[in-house]
Structures are given as C-alpha cells and as structure tokens.
C-alpha cells in the first residue's frame, strides 16, 4: 500500500467511525437523558408529600390525610441496563481511542518531510487498536510500519555520514553504522524515534542523552573522553583505596569468604575519596565527588589488568559474573578490556591474596 493510498484509507475510517462515534454518543446522552427525568419526577414527588405534611401539622382540618395522596412513583428504570450501559461507554471511549490513532497516524503521514517521531506514535496508537474494531488494523499495521521502517534507515543512512564527517573532520574514525557506532571503547547508540544519542564506556553509560545533533554528540564525547581517559591518578594510592574498601565490604558481608562484590567495593571507595566536608559537615550535591561505573571500569583495566599492581604482596583477582548477574547493576561491571565497546565482559567478585 502506497503513503497516499494508506492517507486516503485512514481518513475515509476516520469519517465512518466518527459518525459512528456521533450516534453512539447521541444515543448515551439520550439514555441518561430520560434516567435524569424520571429522577427528577421522583424528587419533586417526594418534596410535594413532605410539604403537603408539614402543611397539616397546621392546618390539619384543611386537607385530607397524607394516605389521600396519589402514591410515589417506582424509581427510576433506565432504558438500557446497567450492563448494556457499560458496554456502550466502553465502546465509545473504544472509539475515541480509535479516531485519535487514525488522526495521528494520518497526519504524520501527511508532514513534509516525513518526521519519524510523529510516525512512531502514530504507529503506537495504531498497534493498541483491537482488529475486533477495525478489521483494517493488521493491513494498516503492516504498510504504515513499513514506511516507518524505510523513513528510519533513511534517516540513519543520511545521519550515519553526518556524524562520521564530523568526526573525521577532528582526526576521528567512527566505526559501525547506525543505530550502533563506536570509537575506540566508547559505543554511540542513536535513537531515531526519540530523536536522541546515548554514550557508553563499554556497556557502562556515561553522561546524559543529547539531541541528535553531530555538534553535540562530539561534545558529548569529547567531554567523557576527558572524565575517563585524562584523570591524573596514582595507580599504587588507588590499588589502596581499593584494598581498603575491600576490606569493608568482606566486614559487613560478616563471612569469612574472601570474595567481595565488586560493585560494594566501587561504591564503598566512591564514598570514601568524598571531602570532609561532605562526610562529616553537610553532605549536598555540590560538595559530591563524581567517581562514575565507567571511570571505575577504566581504572580496574588499566592498574589490574595492565600494570598488574599488586598491594603489600597481595594480588586483586576479579571473577566474571553469572548470566543472572549480568542483567543486575547492583551485582556486575561491564571492564572493558580490549579495544571495541564489547572487548570485555562482565565481573561481579573481587578478592585479594597471595600468589604461588
């Protein structure tokens, strides 16, 4: 199905179910109409038998007894039942949802150029419609993601070179293609449909989402390529540190197994490189020490697994995680290790002791 064929098809629905929609609503209305009604002659009855007998506690020779008086009227019957009724505004608000989706999804269709944010919830809208109600859903579905699709890797092909130009022009070789790039360990994840571009270490997220913008992405990278790659650290000083921290987490785990959780470890020496004036006097945000998962990862590469430090004669081992770990951030660390985003792999356990 052609984009004007799937335009026309959508607001010809458009125009059947709303006048659909127009009777439905009418017909509601209606029914509450006549309940309203039938309410109202029940309370003006019951008013007039209250008066009438407050009336003759006065006068009582003037009116024949209250018995005299016409009996109440039933209560209110609604034309339709309870359930009926239910199903009726039910179908109505099924409807609604229903028109919204067809203009959205049309409207999108018809933007110059074509903006994939606008057919992706279009396409969201479309894909919580029920065939029940629309037959046409799985045929509209399948022709509209289709062109969601094409606009996309269009997009990313167009913005792919984008990118890898900006970079070049810095001395900078982008690999990959869209919506997964890569330089050296860090990894570029575009999001299309969100507009959006993500930077990790590895798998270890850095920074915040930028615009899809090359000018901000080269930012993006440039500024955690400082936080990571250019901290001046003496490496035997933070072989200690972690030692230190080490040595806490294995305290109040209170076994005597030499493993620790590594991610304890990094939070422990993350708190421990804090100012006294954070620790001790007014821990705010702006007295905080940043020491991210990713300038740990880097960190635990360069001093264990390049330097090969050791600490007092004792060597730090790391054991790699479980499957189950590596799904858990409170429980594992992407170390990147090689020379690509996925050079690495998870390690969940630290330990140190003697070699030979």
Not at 61 to 72: C, K, N, R, S
Request: glycine share 4%.
């Amino acid at each position: 199905m052609s984009r004007q064929e799937l335009i026309d098809l959508l607001e010809q629905l458009r125009e059947r179910y709303a006048e659909r929609k127009k009777h439905l609503s009418a017909l509601l209305k209606e029914i509450k109409s006549d309940y309203d009604e039938q309410r109202k002659v029940l309370s003006r009855r019951s008013r007039v038998k209250e008066v009438y007998v407050q009336y003759r506690l006065f006068y009582p020779e003037e009116l024949p007894p209250e018995e005299a008086l016409a009996p109440e009227p039933p209560p209110p019957i609604p034309p339709v039942d309870e359930a009926a009724r239910n199903r009726m505004r039910n179908n109505e608000r099924a409807l609604a949802n229903l028109l919204e989706a067809l203009s959205v999804a049309s409207k999108a269709l018809q933007s110059e150029p074509l903006d994939v944010v606008k057919l992706a919830k279009g396409q969201e809208l479309l894909a919580k419609i029920k065939p029940s109600l629309l037959p046409e859903q799985p045929a509209i579905l399948e022709s509209y993601s289709a062109l969601l699709k094409a606009e996309s890797e269009h997009l990313g092909s167009t913005f792919g070179r984008i990118l890898y130009d900006a970079f070049a022009a810095e001395g900078l070789k982008l690999e990959g293609n869209p919506p997964h790039m890569h330089i050296g360990r860090f990894r570029i994840t575009l999001d299309f449909l969100k507009r959006s571009a993500r930077l990790s270490y590895g798998k270890e997220s850095v920074g915040k989402s930028v615009g899809l913008s090359a000018e901000l992405i080269l930012k993006e990278y440039h500024a955690a390529h400082r936080e990571i790659y250019e901290r001046e650290i003496d490496g035997k000083d933070w072989l200690k540190q972690l030692y230190e921290a080490w040595r806490v987490v294995r305290f109040r785990q209170g076994d005597k197994s030499s493993d620790a959780n590594l991610v304890a470890c990094y939070i422990e020496m993350a708190l421990r490189n804090q100012p006294d004036s954070f620790l001790r006097r007014e821990p705010r945000k702006s007295l905080f020490k940043e020491y991210t998962r990713a300038q740990f990862a880097y960190d635990v590469d360069r001093f264990i697994f390049r330097q090969k430090l050791r600490h007092d004669g004792l060597t730090p081992f790391l054991r790699n995680a479980s499957k189950a770990e590596t799904n858990v951030l409170e429980r594992s660390i992407w170390i990147v290790d090689g020379e690509t985003p996925e050079g690495g792999s998870y390690m969940s356990t630290l330990t140190f002791r003697k070699e030979g």
